[in-house]
């Protein structure tokens, strides 16, 4: 498979959790996104890595988010203390230095109960 | 602001009844302009990207056109299985982010 994948397709956590998600990108591409979509809406830009480098994070991303991409290959996006407005599918994206090939996994749905 | 807006938010078409979904769009400095189709419960998958006023391409039934302001998406013939979110997404000039509209929600009935 040379899709970006993501683990797990579904979490359900109860408030006050901390959660994991991890993405593997398309081999050759070396930029990784993570973008937040709720139902009805767009996905919406959270942050992205270039090689290992964090180069840009959106005001979504509070503190209780933290994502790493620590060897330039797969990502993590840790929530702390979910709270129940994190409840949405969390979608990740890789494309090489062009930014144009912009590639989607099929997301992690995260339930906050 | 960047500002992305599709319309309508929702079509139904009788299968064979051609249309066009619209995407209207305010960036500084357009870098590119993506269509992707989603299903329920799955990730955006990649249709085109258009770069330039003018441009235009195609896939099965489907072409997308851009303009300075907006950009079109002609479905031709639409059959059932054409059914889905089409999402349209701007990316500026000096960032690798997309920004994306609210989609439109089209379902082709046999």
């Known amino acids: 498979d040379t899709g970006v994948s993501q683990d797990p397709r579904h979490k359900i956590t109860k408030r006050g959790q901390n959660v994991t998600f991890r993405c593997d990108p398309i081999s050759e591409h070396n930029r990784l996104y993570w973008y937040r979509q709720t139902l009805g809406q767009g996905p919406e830009f959270l942050t992205y890595?270039?090689?290992?480098?964090?180069?840009?994070k959106s005001r979504l991303l509070s503190d209780r988010f933290s994502a790493e991409r620590p060897k330039g290959s797969f990502s993590t996006l840790e929530i702390q203390r979910t709270e129940q407005g994190d409840s949405a599918m969390y979608l990740c994206?890789?494309?090489?230095?062009?930014?144009?090939?912009?590639?989607f996994g099929s997301g992690t749905r995260l339930t906050v109960v | 602001e960047d500002q992305v807006t599709q319309s309508p938010e929702a079509l139904r078409l009788q299968e064979g009844e051609s249309s066009s979904l619209n995407c209207s769009y305010t960036v500084s400095g357009l870098r590119g302009l993506f269509w992707y189709r989603q299903d329920p419960g799955k990730g955006p998958e990649f249709l085109f990207t258009?770069?330039?006023a003018g441009e235009e391409k195609e896939k099965e039934r489907l072409k997308a056109t851009l303009t300075k302001k907006e950009s079109f998406l002609h479905i031709t013939a639409p059959k059932p299985e054409d059914s889905a979110t089409y999402l349209c997404a701007v990316q500026e000039g000096n960032t690798d982010k997309l920004i994306f509209g609210t989609g439109t929600r089209l379902q082709v009935f046999p």
């Open positions: 994206a890789s494309s090489t230095r062009t930014g144009w090939d912009y590639t």
């Open positions: 258009l770069y330039s």
């Open positions: 890595f270039q090689n290992e480098a964090q180069l840009e």
